[in-house]
């Protein structure tokens, strides 16, 4: 082991000693080659960098929805002369839960709060604050759409527009008459501790005047609709028709099945008249038709369920009485019973005639 007089143990080579995993005079330890160190950790970070990559191209995908979405606001609110030209930047909030189908409009003339739409702008907005209280009256909103008046379910197409934000001051002691406090901002003001914890009570207040708007329009009520197939026989279809208006039901195709004698009718069903259809089919059909319900869409059911005739041509078609069942009323009495909501119905309707209850002798 000696050469040029110089000793060398096992594992030195010119003079230079070298453990195990040494080559050129560099120590490399596992899973490192060329005097750079590799780890499995190199995989989690490009692992990350095709998730954030993910995440970045989700955002834009999710700006460029945002933005198609302003512009269908636009050009649907371009068609309504009576709301102002930028109404789609006066948007306050979306409801029920923030993302809902209900629109709720800031046309408070003293109050010019950031835009909806800042978020997606990619700007910053400047010289522009939120007045106290703001969540408040976007909370009570959030409440009125999430519960309606009709039924205490979510509305659906709603757009309310608050046009007058003003607190109103009483002075109990004296019982003097109410008065206005109007601030140099031309916002009424009020001190806080005079009716106790005003976020609360402002938040009842926009849901009760969110409710009784709603009220004072013309109102619709939705329907879940399943779509419904049925495969028959030509000898039952006359049947199958009959089960399918008394409840509520529309065909709207027909068609024979090729090579056979069997009829695939489509048509839609109500869900409040699903109950008990398909054993009522099968009763009248004698077991030779079978249906298939999915659910569909939402429908608006026709009629107003508050109408009552009110001009000489429903009088004198409906009668005073207006005994015509009114299909709208009997779905939302039908919901708020099951829900233990009051319901405005009479125990005893056109009472004409008179009983009594005496005992002949």
């Given at each position: 082991?000696?050469?040029?007089?110089?000793?060398?143990?096992?594992?030195?080579?010119?003079?230079?000693?070298?453990?195990?995993?040494?080559?050129?005079?560099?120590?490399?330890?596992?899973?490192?080659?060329?005097?750079?160190?590799?780890?499995?950790?190199?995989?989690?970070?490009?692992?990350?960098?095709?998730?954030?990559?993910?995440?970045?191209?989700?955002?834009?995908?999710?700006?460029?929805?945002?933005?198609?979405?302003?512009?269908?606001?636009?050009?649907?609110?371009?068609?309504?002369?009576?709301?102002?030209?930028?109404?789609?930047?006066?948007?306050?909030?979306?409801?029920?839960?923030?993302?809902?189908?209900?629109?709720?409009?800031?046309?408070?003339?003293?109050?010019?709060?950031?835009s909806v739409w800042s978020s997606?702008?990619?700007?910053?907005?400047?010289?522009?604050?939120?007045?106290?209280?703001?969540?408040?009256?976007?909370?009570?909103?959030?409440?009125?759409?999430?519960?309606?008046?009709?039924?205490?379910?979510?509305?659906?197409?709603?757009?309310?527009?608050?046009?007058?934000?003003?607190?109103?001051?009483?002075?109990?002691?004296?019982?003097?008459?109410?008065?206005?406090?109007?601030?140099?901002?031309?916002?009424?003001?009020?001190?806080?501790?005079?009716?106790?914890?005003?976020?609360?009570?402002?938040?009842?207040?926009?849901?009760?005047?969110?409710?009784?708007?709603?009220?004072?329009?013309?109102v619709r009520l939705m329907a879940?609709?399943?779509?419904?197939?049925?495969?028959?026989?030509?000898?039952?279809?006359?049947?199958?028709?009959?089960?399918?208006?008394?409840?509520?039901?529309?065909?709207?195709?027909?068609?024979?099945?090729?090579?056979?004698?069997?009829?695939?009718?489509?048509?839609?069903?109500?869900?409040?008249?699903?109950?008990?259809?398909?054993?009522?089919?099968?009763?009248?059909?004698?077991?030779?038709?079978?249906?298939?319900?999915?659910?569909?869409?939402?429908?608006?059911?026709?009629?107003?369920?508050?109408?009552?005739?009110?001009?000489?041509?429903?009088?004198?078609?409906?009668?005073?009485?207006?005994?015509?069942?009114?299909?709208?009323?009997?779905?939302?009495?039908?919901?708020?019973?099951?829900?233990?909501?009051?319901?405005?119905?009479?125990?005893?309707?056109?009472?004409?005639?008179?009983?009594?209850?005496?005992?002949?002798?």
């Amino acid at each position: 082991g000696e050469e040029d007089g110089v000793k060398r143990g096992p594992g030195e080579e010119d003079g230079v000693k070298r453990g195990p995993g040494e080559e050129d005079g560099v120590k490399r330890g596992p899973g490192e080659e060329d005097g750079v160190k590799k780890d499995s950790k190199e995989e989690d970070c490009s692992s990350k960098g095709s998730l954030e990559v993910a995440i970045a191209k989700l955002n834009d995908e999710m700006l460029e929805q945002l933005h198609e979405l302003r512009e269908k606001l636009r050009a649907a609110f371009r068609d309504a002369p009576e709301y102002p030209s930028d109404v789609v930047d006066r948007i306050w909030s979306f409801g029920p839960r923030g993302v809902g189908p209900n629109i709720l409009l800031n046309c408070v003339s003293a109050y010019q709060r950031p835009s909806v739409w800042s978020s997606i702008d990619r700007g910053v907005v400047k010289g522009v604050v939120t007045r106290e209280h703001d969540t408040s009256i976007v909370s009570g909103f959030q409440l009125a759409t999430l519960s309606g008046p009709l039924c205490e379910e979510p509305m659906h197409g709603v757009c309310l527009v608050l046009q007058q934000w003003a607190h109103q001051a009483t002075h109990s002691s004296s019982h003097q008459a109410c008065s206005l406090l109007t601030s140099s901002e031309g916002v009424a003001s009020l001190p806080f501790d005079a009716y106790g914890p005003v976020s609360g009570q402002l938040v009842s207040a926009m849901k009760e005047g969110c409710r009784r708007a709603f009220l004072g329009r013309p109102v619709r009520l939705m329907a879940a609709t399943y779509s419904c197939g049925i495969m028959a026989t030509a000898e039952v279809l006359g049947k199958l028709y009959g089960v399918l208006g008394r409840r509520g039901g529309r065909v709207f195709s027909e068609e024979v099945k090729e090579g056979t004698t069997l009829f695939s009718v489509r048509a839609t069903l109500p869900v409040a008249e699903s109950f008990g259809f398909a054993e009522e089919m099968r009763k009248k059909t004698s077991g030779l038709a079978s249906p298939q319900l999915v659910f569909s869409h939402w429908e608006v059911i026709p009629g107003d369920p508050f109408w009552v005739p009110s001009t000489e041509e429903e009088l004198l078609h409906f009668g005073e009485k207006a005994d015509t069942e009114n299909i709208a009323r009997r779905y939302m009495n039908m919901v708020r019973k099951r829900k233990g909501l009051p319901v405005d119905e009479k125990l005893v309707e056109h009472g004409e005639k008179q009983r009594t209850l005496k005992k002949n002798k």
